[in-house]
Every structure is written in structure tokens, then in C-alpha cells.
């Protein structure tokens, strides 16, 4: 590779102490995530192969007005003003279906075959390299067969929920780059599982792929306050999550943990959701696979990866990070392994009519 251009070296640089200003970049990870975040930036700026060399990493920040922050109490804003979207009615037939010690994987694939277009998803899903099956997996109760009524259920969540927020104001966020943060924060969590030896890993999909659900109840129920929590973090560049504290009086997180409580999905993984940035707060501190979903934030973050409204990388929690004993040599290795296989992935689970490429707030 030609020896590359000063300037942009410069700019990269300072990229990166924008980019990693609220976590310690002498942590080993952070360091390596920080070092992985300079190679490719040098690369793609070198090669011109994107105009990001004239994009920030934070948008430009306009005024704020402090003084008309209203921070609310979440229970009466749940009571009064937000309505929490319900699962489609698939849901409750297939985890009767799961429950049912007689159920068969005919069962299955009739009430699935309902839907025609969350069947066809499912399929082209599990015959990806990521699910990595050898043989071709034609029908649902093939799939049911071969990768179990755990699995199933985990991928129509994913795909069905996809499908829930329709009408999220385009000037807050760009849903497909929301959709591959969430889908990314899954599949690298799901291969750290799989390095660690966890079983039953759909699980860390689906919790990577819920973690921020609570910001599209924030941008679909109070735009005017995300607006102002992403002015806010913006002007001050402050992380997205202390704005929405600091503007709502709760964050994403807090209001994520209970649209899954409503659908009522299992207490550990509402509680991955409520904690992934705080892993410290967890009721079973530092708890796995609260652990690894604070991690894959993180490194979905640091490289850019799409963004639900975050711009900076939160700190990472050292306790966290030593919990799942990772080395450090195989950040570079997992990510380098899905970063192509997230790409497909989105392709395929994130719905064409929010694929737009639509204008931001900034
Ligand atoms: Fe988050
Ligand atoms: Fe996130």
C-alpha cells in the first residue's frame, strides 16, 4: 500500500479522540478496536473509495435550549402517552406450538406457512454461511428438523419485529443503518458465544438485535425529545444515551427493558436489554451475556458498523470485558469473519420500505 497522505492521517487521528473520547483507550480492547478503526479509515480514504474523508464522526451541532428539557416520569409517560407495539399474533401460536410436548415440526411450518413472506426470510436466513448448515434446508419443518423450535422462534422474532416500526420520523434516524447496528450487536455477539462455548446461542442474536429497540419508542412517541437528546449530545459530545437521561429523565435502555417485559420474553434478556450499557447494574452483575451485548455494542460502534442515533463509543466496562476472557487477538479475527456475513444478513431481514436513504435531522 502507498504510504499514506499526512492530512488524512492527521484527520483520522483526531477522528479517533472524538470517536473514543468517553472510554479508556489504554484498555487493551479499546486500543485494538482504536488500531482496527485507523487501518480501514486509512485504506478507504487512501483509495477514495468513499467521500468520507469530508464526513465528521459527529454531525454539525446546532443550538440547544436547555431550559425547555421536561424530564418525565417513565411509568406515567407508559401510562398516559406511549403505546408499546405488540408482537403479531404468530408470536403466541408458535410458543403455544413450543409448549406443547406433542407438537410436531408439521406444526410448526403450517402456522409459519401462514405467512408466506416470514417463510421465505427464514429460509434464505438459515442457508446463509453464518448459520453455516451443510445441506440445503428447503422447508420450515426441514429447518425445524435440523436447527430446533429454539432457533425458529428466535429468527421469526428477529424478522417479525423488523416489520413493528413503520413510522419512525426519517429526519431522526436511518432505519436501515438502525437495523445493521442491531443485527451486527447480534451476529458478533453470537460468534464471541460460540468462542466462548455458550450453547443455546440465538439468544445473543436476538438480544443484540433488541438492545436499542427502546430508541425507536423514543423516536416513534416523543420526536421532540429525541430531536432534542440528539442536539443535545451532538453540541456537547456527550453519548446519546446521557442526553436522553439528561432530556427524558430515562434512556433507551430503561424503556427497552419493558417493551420486552410487555411481550413478555424472558426476565435475563429484558434485562440484557436494561443493562447493556451499565453491566455493573445488572441484578446478576456482569452476568454473560449482558457482557457480550455491552461488548458488541461497543465494537459495532467503534467501527462504524450503522448506528441507532449513537456516534461515539461508550466506555466499556474492564470487569465486563475480563468476564468474557476474551483475547484481544481475536477481536480483529470475529470481525473481520462477519463484517460480510452482517452485510448479507441486513440484506435479507431488513424490509425494502425502510431502506430509504433518507435526509437526517442534521
Ligand atoms: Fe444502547
Ligand atoms: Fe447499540
Excluded at 444515551?241 to 434512556?251: H, I, K, M, P, S
Aim: proline share 5%.
Amino acid at each position: 500500500m502507498t504510504k499514506p497522505d499526512a492530512k488524512i492521517v492527521e484527520k483520522i487521528k483526531n477522528d479517533i479522540s472524538l470517536l473514543f473520547r468517553h472510554t479508556d483507550v489504554k484498555h487493551e480492547a479499546i486500543r485494538e478496536l482504536a488500531d482496527l478503526y485507523f487501518q480501514r479509515e486509512v485504506s478507504r480514504q487512501t483509495t477514495r473509495m468513499t467521500n468520507a474523508a469530508s464526513a465528521g464522526i459527529i454531525p454539525e451541532s446546532e443550538e440547544v435550549d436547555e431550559g425547555s428539557y421536561h424530564p418525565v416520569d417513565l411509568d406515567t409517560l407508559l401510562r398516559t402517552q406511549i403505546k408499546l407495539p405488540s408482537l403479531p399474533l404468530i408470536f403466541s401460536q408458535i410458543m403455544d406450538l413450543m409448549s406443547d410436548p406433542d407438537s410436531s415440526a408439521n406444526d410448526f411450518a403450517k402456522v409459519i406457512g401462514n405467512d408466506p413472506a416470514l417463510t421465505a426470510k427464514l429460509l434464505k436466513i438459515v442457508n446463509t454461511a453464518f448459520y453455516g448448515y451443510r445441506s440445503q434446508i428447503d422447508t420450515i419443518s426441514h429447518a425445524v428438523m435440523i436447527i430446533g423450535t429454539s432457533e425458529l422462534y428466535a429468527l421469526c422474532l428477529s424478522t417479525s419485529v423488523l416489520t413493528l416500526f413503520k413510522d419512525i420520523p426519517s429526519i431522526l434516524v436511518d432505519m436501515t443503518s438502525f437495523w445493521k447496528h442491531s443485527i451486527g450487536c447480534g451476529m458478533i455477539a453470537r460468534k464471541i458465544a460460540a468462542r466462548k462455548g455458550e450453547t443455546n446461542r440465538e439468544r445473543f442474536f436476538v438480544a443484540g438485535l433488541l438492545h436499542d429497540i427502546g430508541r425507536l419508542i423514543i423516536y416513534n412517541n416523543l420526536p421532540n425529545q429525541a430531536h432534542q437528546a440528539i442536539a443535545y449530545a451532538a453540541h456537547h459530545k456527550e453519548l446519546l444515551y446521557n442526553a436522553e437521561t439528561r432530556v427524558l429523565g430515562f434512556d433507551h435502555a430503561k424503556i427497552g427493558g419493558r417493551i420486552l417485559d410487555k411481550w413478555k420474553l424472558p426476565v435475563k434478556l429484558a434485562d440484557v436489554v436494561r443493562f447493556h450499557h451499565h453491566p455493573e447494574n445488572a441484578p446478576e452483575p456482569f452476568d454473560i451475556d449482558t457482557a457480550i451485548i455491552h461488548l458488541s455494542d461497543i465494537i459495532l460502534n467503534a467501527l462504524q458498523l450503522g448506528t441507532s442515533g449513537e456516534h461515539l463509543v461508550p466506555p466499556l466496562n474492564p470487569a465486563a470485558w475480563k468476564m468474557i476472557g476474551l483475547s484481544v487477538e481475536m477481536l480483529p479475527e470475529i470481525i473481520q469473519e462477519t463484517e460480510s456475513q452482517i452485510e448479507e444478513i441486513s440484506n435479507i431481514l431488513i424490509p425494502r420500505k425502510q431502506s430509504n436513504q433518507s435526509r437526517r435531522y442534521y
